[in-house]
């Protein structure tokens, strides 16, 4: 039988239990996989079992910082392994992407009768993200909203947070940048680098985005003023963020940041990325092989 190991985080959305592990368990084996179901027991555990496993699929269940987490892992193994993820966080990009519904064992049965698809993967320093890097005002709002109120809320707990921080000063960061050998200098309030058409819940951030390209979406957003920055965020539900005015939108393969004055930790795929360095590199030199549902793969992908 074909190996699987499922890595399940038990605090992500609204928590998960061991009669979700049977579960899983039954799918895998009519799907003729040999299934090891194996939770969580610490930030960083998910990157940790990955490392260790020793062949077959790897599927994470949980919300995008666990997928994150195994990503990493895959990436420091000497042969990666083909990777999936079934989303059950707060907000699931990632999931939402690719056409995955709330139901688990939906999920599970609609990726094991998918594809493997080659994924470009982006690195900030060295460090893999897997759809977004952000940093500036709202984007400390994933790691900073606490999980009770997650559990709770939902969704809507990042959006109370949000809501908090929109009236909070707004402060423009001086930032030096390079793309395609060009420097650019400005001052902004938050930047964000994905490879997604899905960020913060808002679907077609991105029509035009690919996720096999070898290329990644660049955004710097210089508004300050409240209510611009507020119809800057109604603008992005109803239209491509090409739309929006007082941003600088890019697609590159490389992109070299500078910070010239004080800065913050950056958030990748919704964790915390603590860093005392100022000078960052990002590039999509990485790729991924995933098995996913065909359900988007025409819209996600060159190559189908």
Excluded at 62 to 70: C, I, L, S
Excluded at 179 to 193: Q, S
Aim: proline share 3%; hydrophobic share 35%.
């Amino acid at each position: 039988m074909k190996k699987c190991t499922v890595i399940i985080n038990p605090t992500s959305g609204k928590g998960l239990n061991q009669k979700l592990a049977k579960k899983i368990k039954v799918v895998l084996e009519k799907f003729e996989y040999e299934p090891n179901v194996i939770i969580t027991e610490y930030a960083g555990h998910a990157e940790d079992i990955v490392r260790e496993v020793d062949s077959g699929l790897v599927i994470s269940v949980g919300g995008d910082g666990t997928f994150y987490e195994v990503m990493n892992g895959n990436f420091k193994r000497d042969k990666q392994l083909v990777l999936s993820h079934i989303p059950v966080g707060t907000t699931n990009d990632i999931g939402h992407m690719y056409g995955l519904t709330h139901d688990i064992v939906t999920n599970l049965e609609l990726i094991l009768e998918g594809s493997v698809h080659s994924v470009d993967i982006c690195s900030i320093n060295g460090r893999c993200f897997v759809y977004v890097a952000s940093f500036g005002k709202f984007m400390e709002i994933p790691y900073e909203t606490p999980q009770k109120l997650k559990h709770r809320l939902g969704h809507a707990a990042y959006i109370l947070n949000g809501a908090r921080s929109l009236f909070k000063r707004n402060k423009l960061y001086d930032v030096t940048y390079e793309i395609d050998g060009v420097k650019h200098r400005g001052k902004y309030t938050f930047l964000i680098i994905s490879n997604a058409n899905r960020i913060a819940g808002i679907n077609n951030f991105y029509n035009e985005m690919k996720l096999d390209d070898g290329k990644f979406e660049v955004m710097f957003c210089g508004i300050k003023s409240l209510p611009k920055l507020a119809k800057a965020f109604y603008t992005l539900k109803t239209s491509d963020i090409s739309n929006v005015l007082g941003v600088e939108t890019y697609k590159t393969d490389n992109l070299k940041i500078w910070f010239n004055d004080e800065f913050k930790p950056w958030c990748l795929d919704g964790e915390k990325f603590d860093s005392d360095e100022r000078y960052y590199v990002i590039d999509t030199k990485k790729k991924v092989e995933m098995l996913i549902p065909e359900v988007n793969v025409n819209k996600l992908f060159i190559n189908k």
